[in-house]
């Protein structure tokens, strides 16, 4: 099973929360998968994931938040 890195940056005000999911993927180990929680679905780091190629899916929860599976 891989390791899983969860960062929840729901409702910080841009450019924050797509700083804090580049500097995690910077860091994240080789084979793990970060969990990214956030209020909108953020179309600019869409793009920039699938331009740095890293695969992605996302999903919406009932709770009223995206829930983001970033991996290489």
Same mark, same amino acid.
């Given at each position: ?11 910080? =005000? *841009? ?5 804090? /999911?580049?500097?995690? &993927?910077?860091?994240? *180990?080789?084979?793990?998968?970060? +969990? /990214?929680? @956030?209020?909108? &679905?953020?179309? *600019?780091? %869409?793009?920039?994931?699938? +331009? =740095?190629?890293?695969?992605? +899916?996302?999903? %919406?929860? *009932?709770?009223?938040?995206?829930? @983001?599976? @970033?991996?290489?």
């Amino acid at each position: 099973m891989s390791e899983r890195i969860d960062i929840d940056v729901r409702w910080l =005000e *841009p450019p924050e929360p797509f700083e804090r /999911v580049v500097a995690a &993927l910077e860091t994240l *180990p080789q084979g793990a998968t970060l +969990r /990214v929680l @956030i209020h909108r &679905l953020p179309r *600019p780091l %869409f793009q920039w994931l699938e +331009r =740095e190629g890293w695969s992605y +899916r996302h999903g %919406f929860d *009932p709770e009223g938040f995206f829930e @983001i599976l @970033i991996a290489r």
